[in-house]
């Protein structure tokens, strides 16, 4: 019965259209700057990504007894509000974990979840070096490609072009290198 | 004709993609190469540059998350 109705779902054009393929870029962008809209005109905030991690990362110091009071990064008024307020009631945090839940829903219903293998340890190094990396960039750029290259060129910043400028030089030279490695 | 097989499971992209014009490189024409993978963007960016290059090309799912891609070299 069940797999009578999975194969039926299966075979319905609007499922592989709607849920089974990929959507055309075009159908992507046109989303993502209607709700990048409604996330401003709803927080008050552009859209960012990273610098809820650094939240987490305080929260985290903070849930083992430890202090941020000191840095440098979290002394604004701003930062500290964020802080105070809480995990659950940070609009940044409760997006991306959304982002996350998203993300699984889709490739679920599309039935293409997968745990993958790692391959080799070169994949393991490359993954935490490239991940330690974007983080600590993304923070001292005050911005990751969303925060501040996207939402920023949505909002007729000049900041997000130079951005844009130095992030394909480094997509550039990260490819080369990957290429280099992994090859 | 000969037929060969492309490991790229747990690869992200481009890997796969690099990994998939290095191999065409030295089959001849006519020769089929499959390339397994388990990254959805390599299922768009491979089949979209080997339709480019003018290749036949024919996407299978294997399984959950899983596909094949076959790629006939046509020149």
């Not at chain 1, 809480?86 to 982002?99: I, S």
């Not at chain 1, 939402?151 to 490819?175: D, H």
């Not at chain 2, 097989?5 to 006519?30: H, I, N, R, W």
């Not at chain 2, 089929?32 to 024919?58: F, T, Y």
Request: net charge neutral; glycine share 10%.
């Amino acid at each position: 019965m069940l797999k009578k109705l999975s194969d039926a779902i299966g075979k319905n054009d609007y499922y592989k259209i709607w849920l089974k393929d990929a959507w055309p870029y075009v159908t992507g962008a046109v989303l993502l700057s209607v709700f990048q809209i409604g996330t401003l005109a709803v927080t008050g905030n552009p859209w960012g990504v990273s610098a809820a991690f650094a939240n987490w990362g305080a929260w985290i110091i903070e849930a083992f007894g430890g202090s941020v009071e000191k840095w440098y990064y979290f002394s604004s008024d701003g930062a500290i509000a964020v802080l105070e307020r809480g995990f659950l009631r940070d609009p940044a945090t409760v997006r991306n974990l959304g982002l996350i839940a998203g993300a699984l829903f889709s490739v679920l219903i599309a039935s293409a979840f997968k745990i993958k293998k790692i391959k080799t340890k070169k994949q393991v190094v490359a993954a935490i070096l490239g991940g330690l990396l974007m983080g600590y960039g993304a923070r001292i750029g005050f911005g990751c490609n969303i925060g501040a290259l996207y939402s920023a060129i949505g909002a007729f910043s000049l900041s997000g072009w130079v951005f844009a400028v130095f992030i394909f030089a480094g997509a550039i030279i990260g490819s080369k290198l990957l290429v280099k490695v992994f090859m | 004709m000969q037929e060969q097989t492309l490991d790229c499971l747990g690869e992200a992209c481009p890997v796969p993609l690099v990994k998939t014009q290095k191999a065409l490189e030295d089959l001849a024409v006519g020769d089929v190469l499959i390339v397994q993978i388990d990254h959805s963007c390599a299922m768009k960016n491979v089949p979209e540059w080997a339709r480019e290059a003018g290749h036949n090309v024919e996407i299978e799912e294997v399984d959950d998350g899983e596909w094949e891609i076959v790629i006939e070299k046509a020149k």
